[in-house]
Each structure stands twice: as structure tokens, then as C-alpha cells.
């Protein structure tokens, strides 16, 4: 099995979330009439004030949370559950402690019932792509935060996603850290072109990473604006440095002063 680097785009078409309410209490609306369009390939960071529904909806687009109205497509097909041709990563790997960093990149191919020879070139692959060739056998706790998160970003890859959804993976990371995983993601994405849906409540890193910055209002969730990222590419860390990043940088935080102090 090879990667192919499929992409898919993602419309969010007047999308409402609200959880129902407590014994006394009134419905929790998350997420009201919002709307969004992906294009395939595109990498797109949502940042947003604490508990906005940034993370709500990447659940919504992977199938496993349900809008209360609206609609999202994904490659012209409504999403109705999870689906292969979206994964998601979390903040914390959540790897399997008793498999091999092998056996946790193959584990969905394993479900999908993909026999033993194709999951594990699969894997291989992937392994040497995010830059852990050599450690095929290691098990989670001999890794570092960082190295967990690289087997992370493989485990989704392997089941070749049109859609990669990443839940602030890097925000358990020291900052050095971080910062290294970023370039690491972009040369990943730059191999593959996927179309990535980054949330993060850090706005150095959506600058540095996306095409488009999408700023979220505090809860219940709208778009407040999609601020287009004119950077060359490839980008190097220093490039935070640049007259050009300080300006997108104090752009994005100018349209969320209001939001985190009203939160």
C-alpha cells in the first residue's frame, strides 16, 4: 500500500450545536449557524477563545458528534459517521502501551482487516515519513512527548485520510518542541497534501503552519473572520522574525482581544 496524498474539500453549511439542558438549567448552545469552506489540500487553522467549539467542530466533521441543524459535506458526500477518509489526532497520542510504535501505526489497517504483509509496509512507510525509522519496535513509554505524537500523525496517515483533523496535537509539547513538530508537520503535509484542519489556541503556530487562519468568536461559535496567510513556503522557524509574521500575528489578536476578555 502507498500513501497517494488524496485530499478532499470541507463544507460547513449553517451548522448549529447545542447540548441539551441540565435538570433546571437552559440548552448549552456550542456552535450557532456557522459556516466554512476547505478547499482539497489546503492546511486551515481555527483559533479561538477557550471553550468556543473549536474542538466540537473537528468531532462534527469526523462524524462522531452530530450537528443539531446544518450540514457538512465532505468531497461532495454528506458526513453521516466517522469515516477512513477522516482522521483525527488528539493532544495526547494515546497510543496502545502493549504494542510495538509498529503495530500502533498499522492498528487501522488492522481494524479495516488489512492483511499483515500490506499493514505493515504501510506503516514502514509512514514510520520512516515522520522521521522514527529505526524505531519500529520500541513501545510508548521509551518514546519522548514529541516521538508520540510523530506515531500519532503516522497511526492517521496509515489509513490514507482525505482529511487530516488535528486537535491541538503539539499543546502538551515543551516549546522547543513544538515549535520542531510544526516544521515537521509542514514537511509531512508539503509530501502528502492532505487537506489539514489544525485547531490550536496558539496564534504563532496557525500563522506559522496554515494557509488560512479561521478566528472564532466565544461561545455560542461563529466565524468572526478567515485571515488569508500570504507566507512563502517552505517555512523555516525564522521566518517568526519577519515584519510580514508580526503583522498577521498582531492582526489575528486584535480580533480576539474582545472575545477572550468577554469569555
Known sequence: MTVDGRSASVVVDHVHLEYPATTGGEPLVAIAD???????????????????????????????????????VVDGAAVMRPSPDRALVFQDAALLPWRSVLANVAVGLQIQGRGKAERETAAVELIKLVGLEGFE?????????????????????????????????????????????????LRIWQQRRKTVIFVTHDIDEAVFLAD??????????RVIEEVRIDLPRPRA????????????????????KSQVSAA
Not at 481555527?46 to 466533521?61: A, E, F, H, R, T
Request: glycine share 12%.
Open 137 to 185: 519496535s520500541k513501545l510508548p513509554h521509551q518514546l519522548s512527548g514529541g516521538m508520540k505524537q510523530r506515531v500519532g500523525i503516522a497511526r492517521a496517515l496509515c489509513v490514507d485520510p482525505e482529511v487530516l483533523l488535528m486537535d491541538e496535537p503539539f499543546g502538551a509539547l515543551d516549546a522547543q518542541t513544538r515549535q520542531l513538530m510544526g516544521v515537521e508537520l
Open 34 to 72: 456557522l459556516s466554512l469552506t476547505i478547499a482539497g489540500g489546503e492546511f486551515v487553522a481555527i483559533i479561538g477563545p477557550s471553550g468556543c467549539g473549536k474542538s466540537s467542530l473537528l468531532y462534527l466533521i469526523n462524524g462522531i458528534a452530530k450537528p443539531t441543524s446544518g450540514t457538512i
Open 237 to 256: 522557524l525564522d521566518l517568526e522574525n519577519t515584519a510580514e509574521f508580526r503583522g498577521y500575528r498582531q492582526q489575528i489578536w486584535d480580533m480576539l
Open 212 to 221: 488560512r487562519v479561521v478566528v472564532m468568536s466565544k461561545r455560542p461559535s
